[in-house]
Structures are given as C-alpha cells and as structure tokens.
C-alpha cells in the first residue's frame, strides 16, 4: 500500500474516532480543509511539518500516522 493512502487512512481513523469534522481539525492543524481532504484520499503528499501539525491535532504522534494497519 502506497504511504500516503495508508497515512489518509489512518488519520481519517483518529479524526473520526475523535468525532471531529475534516473542516474542524483543518482549523486546529492550520491547514486548508481541501487540502486535508486530499492528505486523507492519498492524493496529497504532506511535508513532515504538516503531519506533525496534524498529529498535535489529533493528540496523537507522526509514527501512529505512518504505521500499517
């Protein structure tokens, strides 16, 4: 599986277990909800800054993003 699906994948997983919109953790990881969008469909390829940005947001780490399922 390509990394940035298995990443839009599992990120999707802890926003929605932590029951928040894609246009409210765009909001707390200072990203564009489109953009989030496409990081979760696997089509955006974010930098390391932008993954821990969104990993502070889901209180979670980068390694939890990254990992296989």
Known sequence: MD???RVGRNLQAR?????LSQ???????E???TYLSGVERGRRNPSVV???RIAVALSC???DLTRKL
């Not at 246009?23 to 990881?29: K, M, P, S, V």
Request: charged share 40%; aromatic share 0%.
């Open 23 to 29: 246009e409210e953790l765009a909001h707390r990881a």
């Open 50 to 52: 932008v993954l821990q």
């Open 3 to 5: 990394v940035r699906v």
């Open 15 to 19: 926003r929605r277990e932590l029951g």
């Open 31 to 33: 990203v564009h909800q």
């Open 61 to 63: 780490d980068i390694e």
